[in-house]
């Protein structure tokens, strides 16, 4: 089992920059796949990034190519979602999760593990 929590979430203009970490339990972590996802207001959830337990393969919701960057380090359990020229419209409550499956996937209901979620604010 992994535990998950999130942290680095907060109150930023348009245009700046956030780092959120997710800080996992549990001495298997280099295997599980781990996702971002977000939640705003009113709306679904909805992937955002995910990298694999390597390292060697991530995704990206399109909204955030090239704004937004995954990457993890297995030997401190954590993953990193740094996220620049962010928008307003990047509100939301924030997610990390951990997939134990095999292949890599955007599908919320194919993670497992779920942290509480940080809140990110991003004001105009």
């Known amino acids: 089992q992994v535990q998950l929590v999130e942290s680095g979430g907060g109150l930023v203009q348009a245009g700046g920059s956030l780092r959120l970490s997710c800080a996992a339990s549990?001495?298997?972590?280099?295997?599980?796949?781990i996702g971002w996802f977000r939640q705003a207001p009113g709306k679904e959830r909805e992937f955002v990034a995910y990298?694999?337990?390597?390292?060697?393969?991530?995704r990206y919701l399109d909204s955030v190519k090239g704004r937004f960057t995954i990457s993890r380090d297995n030997g401190k359990n954590t993953v990193y979602l740094q996220m620049n020229e962010l928008k307003p419209e990047d509100t939301a409550v924030y997610y990390c999760a951990a997939d134990q499956g095999v292949v890599t996937t955007t599908q919320i209901l194919e993670y497992d593990y779920w942290g509480q979620g940080t809140q990110v604010t991003v004001s105009s």
């Open positions: 549990g001495r298997t972590f280099s295997s599980y796949t």
């Open positions: 990298i694999s337990g390597s390292g060697s393969s991530t």
